[in-house]
C-alpha cells in the first residue's frame, strides 16, 4: 500500500521544531503528527525532484535533509547563503543546483547540489535593484519565488518589489544565471509565486496586492524565452469589500485544477485548467476556518484539502468536490504554531 507523509515547517518560538512530519491518510483527508525537527524558523522547504531530499530554509542559511523509509528526515549538512534569511527554495530538474529567494535582501543565491544530497559552495548570488511602486512595502526589491521552467533553461525569479518577473539563463556548468528577460507585470500587483503546468507550455502567476492569477503560455524561441499573457483572472469573489492578499498557490496532482488561498478574506479559490488553452475557470472561493492561509495542500485524489493558518495556528481540513463546487470541513482544526509551509509526498519504498 502507497505510503504519503507531510511535511510542515514553521516558525520556531518556544520550541526548536520547525518542521512536523505527519502521516497522512488519503481515504479520510487527515494527518497524524509522528515526528518532528530541529530547526530555526523553516520560512519554506521544498522536495528534490528524484524525492529524495528535502532542503528548507533556515536562519543561517539552507538545510539538507535525506528522506528515509519510513518518512522521517535525516539530518545531511547545512550550508550558508551569505546573507539574510530566505523566504522561498527549489531546485532544479536535475537537481544538481538549489535556488534561494531573499525577500529581505532582494537576492538570489545559487547553490551547487552533491550526488548525496549535501548542499555545496556557492555559486551566483545576484541582488535585484531598482525601486517599487508602493512607498511603505513594495519600496524596493523583495524576491519572493525562484523557480525554474520545465525545459530546465531558465530561472523565474518573482520580485512584488518591482512588479515583475526576472527570466535568468541557466548555465548548468557552471551554475550562474544571466538575465534574459523580464514580464513586467502589473504596477501595484506584487507577483508573489509562479508555477508551470507538468507539461511545460503554460505558467501561473498569483500576485498578492491586487488579487489575480495571471495565465501564460511559454515557448523557447531562437534560444530566448518568450512569454505571452492569455489571461486575468481574480483570486476572490467580486462581492469581497475587505482588504485580501493572495498566498498560497497549488496544482493538483494531475494538473487539471489549480488552488489558491487568501488572507485578509481568508478563503481558498479553485479552478479548472484547460487542457489545450491552460486557461482557468473558477470553480469556487469559498472559506478556510482560519485566519491567514499561509500556504496549501491538496491531497493526491484532488478530493481533500489542508490549509495551513498562519495566525491562529492551526490547520483545517476539507473534503473538495469539484462537481458540486463544495468545500465542507473535515474534522476538527489541529494545532500548528506559526506553519508557513506544507507539501504532501509519497513515500518510495527505495528510501534508504
Not at 521544531?17 to 505527519?22: M, S, V
Not at 518532528?36 to 523553516?42: A, D, G, L, M, R
Not at 506584487?190 to 503554460?202: C, E, L, Q, S, V
Request: with cysteine; hydrophobic share 35%.
Amino acid at each position: 500500500m502507497d505510503k504519503y507523509v507531510a511535511y510542515v515547517s514553521t516558525y520556531t518560538g518556544e520550541s526548536d521544531w520547525g518542521i512536523r512530519i505527519y502521516d497522512a491518510d488519503l481515504k479520510e483527508g487527515r494527518l497524524t503528527e509522528k515526528e518532528h525537527i530541529s530547526i530555526t524558523n523553516s520560512s519554506y522547504l521544498t522536495i528534490s525532484h528524484n524525492g529524495r531530499f528535502i532542503y528548507s530554509i533556515t536562519d543561517m542559511g539552507v538545510e539538507s535533509f535525506r528522506i528515509l523509509k519510513d518518512g522521517n528526515l535525516e539530518a545531511i549538512n547545512k550550508a550558508s547563503i551569505n546573507g539574510m534569511r530566505g523566504c522561498y527554495i527549489s531546485t532544479d530538474y536535475t537537481d544538481r543546483f538549489l535556488f534561494v529567494a531573499g525577500y529581505h535582501d532582494g537576492k538570489i543565491t545559487v547553490l551547487r547540489l552533491n550526488d548525496d544530497g549535501s548542499v555545496g559552495e556557492i555559486t551566483d548570488e545576484v541582488f535585484h535593484k531598482g525601486i517599487g511602486s508602493i512607498a511603505e512595502r513594495n519600496f524596493r526589491p523583495h524576491v519572493s519565488c525562484v523557480k525554474m521552467t520545465r525545459d530546465n533553461h531558465y530561472l523565474c525569479a518573482c520580485d512584488l518589489g518591482l512588479d515583475h518577473v526576472k527570466i535568468y539563463r541557466l548555465d548548468t556548468n557552471t551554475g550562474k544565471i544571466k538575465l534574459a528577460d523580464i514580464v513586467r507585470c502589473d504596477q501595484e500587483s506584487a507577483p508573489k509565486y509562479i508555477k508551470f503546468r507538468k507539461d511545460g507550455k503554460f505558467c501561473y502567476i498569483i500576485h498578492e496586492l491586487n488579487n489575480t492569477i495571471e495565465v501564460y503560455d511559454y515557448k523557447e524561441e531562437n534560444n530566448n524565452p518568450v512569454f505571452n499573457k492569455l489571461q486575468t483572472i481574480a483570486t476572490i469573489n467580486s462581492y469581497h469589500a475587505g482588504d485580501s492578499a493572495a498566498c498560497a498557490m497549488k496544482l493538483s496532482a494531475d494538473n487539471k485544477y489549480l488552488f489558491c488561498s487568501n488572507a485578509g478574506d481568508n478563503s481558498v479559490g479553485a479552478f479548472e485548467i484547460d487542457k489545450e488553452t491552460g486557461l482557468l475557470t473558477k470553480k469556487f472561493v469559498l472559506p478556510i476556518s482560519g485566519d491567514y492561509p499561509k500556504d496549501i495542500a491538496i491531497f493526491p485524489d484532488s478530493k481533500h484539502l489542508v490549509s495551513l493558518n498562519h495566525e491562529t495556528d492551526t490547520m483545517t481540513f476539507f473534503n473538495v468536490d469539484l462537481e458540486n463546487n463544495t468545500l465542507i470541513m473535515n474534522g476538527p482544526e489541529m494545532k500548528v504554531t506559526k506553519g508557513n509551509g506544507i507539501v504532501i509526498m509519497k513515500v518510495k519504498d527505495s528510501q534508504e
